[in-house]
C-alpha cells in the first residue's frame, strides 16, 4: 500500500451545527442589549459572531452570519429609540460591522483559494511520488510485504525516500534509501538509483558488488559541481533466500533493520557500516556483507529515518523497537496498519518528514 496522511478533515455536515453558536450569540445579545437600561449599550458584542464563523465557516456562512448582525444591529437601534430611526451611535457600530463583516469574507475567500492550491500541489507531488515508487507487490516469491509511504505534512514537496524489490533466481532483493533533499531533486536521485537497482539487482552476483555498482550509478549525477550542498544517498541493501537462512545485507549509513520475533523487536546493528551512496569519489570504500537470522514465522522491519526521527509535542523521537515490543501481528498488512496508526497517534496527526516503511513476512511451515 502506498498513503498519504495527514490531519483528518472535519466533515461538512460535522461542521454545520457549529453556526448555531454565531446565531445564538447574535440573539442574545439582542435581546440582552434592548431589555438593558437606556446607558448601557451591548451592541458592539455582536462583531464577536461574524469574528468566529472564519473557524469553521465558508465565505457565505460569514456573509449570513455578518448580514444577520448589521440586521440585529439595526433592530436594536429602531427598538432602543423608538422616536428615532437611528442614532449616530447606532449608524457608526452598523457600518463597523459592515466593514468587518466584509474584511472576513475577503478573508476566507483567499483562505480557500490559497488552501485549494496547497492540497492541488500535494496531490501533483504525490502522484508523481507513486509513479516513482510504486507499492511492493504482496507478493515475492514466498514471503509477503507490506508497503508504506507517508508525507510530511511540513510541506508540499515531495521527498527522497525509496524502496524497491526484485526477484532473482534464489530468493528476493531489496533496497530502502533516502535521498539527502527533498523536491524534484531528490526524486530524480531516487529514480537513478531505483533504475540501476532494478536493472542490475539480478545480474550481479555478490552484493558486495551490486551496491559498488548503484554508487557508481549515482556518483556522477550527485557529484555535479552545480548542484548547492553536498549530496548523497543512504541505504541498505538485502538479500533474503527463498529457503530458510541467513539474511545478507550491505549498510550504506542507513537506519538498520528490526527483526520482530514473537513480539520482541531485535535492531540488526551494522558493524562495519559503509559510507552513503553518491560518495565513492571522495572515499574508496569497503563494502562488508553481514548477515542475520530471519526465520519462519518473523517479520523483518525496513523503514526510513522519518520514522525514528518523528517528534511528540515534547520533542521525543519515536521509539520504534520499544514501540512494536508485544505485537504479535504475524501478518504484514495488519502489523503495517497497526504501525502507522501507532506513528501518526505519537506525532499527532502531523510529520515533520516523509517517512517509508516496509514489511516483509516469512510465512511459517502449514501446520507448524
Known amino acids: 500500500m502506498s498513503q498519504r496522511l495527514g490531519e483528518p478533515r472535519r466533515p461538512v455536515r460535522a461542521r454545520r451545527p457549529m453556526v448555531a453558536v454565531p446565531i445564538a450569540w447574535i440573539v442574545a445579545v439582542s435581546v440582552v442589549d434592548v431589555l438593558a437600561p437606556p446607558h448601557i449599550h451591548l451592541g458592539p458584542l455582536l462583531v464577536a459572531a461574524p469574528a468566529i464563523t472564519p ?12 448580514a444577520l448582525a448589521v440586521i440585529a444591529q439595526t433592530a436594536i437601534g429602531v427598538l432602543r429609540d423608538p422616536d ?12 463597523a460591522l459592515i466593514l468587518v463583516g466584509a474584511s472576513l469574507v475577503v478573508f476566507c475567500v483567499v483562505r480557500e483559494r490559497r488552501a485549494k492550491e496547497l492540497r492541488q500541489v500535494r496531490y501533483v507531488s504525490e502522484t508523481a511520488q507513486r509513479v516513482v515508487l510504486p507499492p511492493l507487490p504482496s507478493r515475492l516469491g514466498p514471503l509477503r510485504t507490506a508497503s508504506l509511504y507517508l508525507a510530511a ?10 524502496y524497491a524489490a526484485v526477484r532473482t533466481t534464489s530468493g528476493t532483493r531489496l533496497i530502502v534509501g533516502d535521498v539527502r533533499g527533498k523536491g524534484l531533486t531528490a526524486v530524480n536521485d531516487a529514480a537513478l538509483l531505483l533504475g540501476a537497482f532494478r536493472v542490475m539487482a539480478g545480474h550481479r552476483a555478490g552484493l558486495g558488488e551490486l551496491v559498488r555498482h548503484l554508487d557508481r550509478s549515482v556518483c556522477g549525477d550527485l557529484a555535479d559541481p ?3 550542498g553536498e549530496a548523497f544517498i543512504t541505504a541498505t541493501v538485502l538479500d533474503i533466500p527463498d529457503r530458510d537462512g541467513r539474511v545478507r545485507m550491505v549498510s550504506c549509513g542507513h537506519p538498520p533493520p528490526v527483526v520482530v520475533r514473537d513480539g520482541r523487536p531485535v535492531t540488526m546493528s551494522v558493524l562495519h557500516p559503509a559510507p552513503p551512496l553518491g560518495l565513492g569519489h571522495l572515499v574508496n ?6 548477515s542475520f537470522p530471519f526465520e519462519p514465522g518473523d517479520l523483518l522491519l525496513l523503514y526510513t529515518d522519518g520514522v525514528t526521527e518523528a517528534r511528540d509535542s ?3 523521537f519515536y521509539p520504534l523497537a520499544e514501540r512494536v515490543t508485544g505485537w504479535t501481528e504475524n501478518d504484514p498488512d495488519a502489523f503495517l496498519d497497526r504501525f502507522r496508526h501507532d506513528l501518526m497517534h505519537h506525532v499527532d496527526g502531523h510529520l515533520d518528514d516523509d517517512a517509508a516503511m516496509i514489511v516483509v513476512g516469512r510465512p511459517a511451515p502449514s501446520g507448524a
Do not use: K, M
Open 84 to 95: 428615532e430611526l437611528l442614532s449616530a451611535n447606532h449608524e457608526a457600530q452598523i457600518l
Open 153 to 162: 505534512e511540513a510541506e508540499a514537496q515531495i521527498g527522497g525516500d525509496l
Open 55 to 66: 473557524l469553521f465557516g465558508g465565505p457565505w456562512t460569514v456573509a449570513l452570519v455578518a
Open 285 to 290: 570504500p569497503r563494502y562488508h556483507v553481514e
Open 226 to 228: 552545480a548542484r548547492h
Open 314 to 316: 515534547a520533542g521525543t
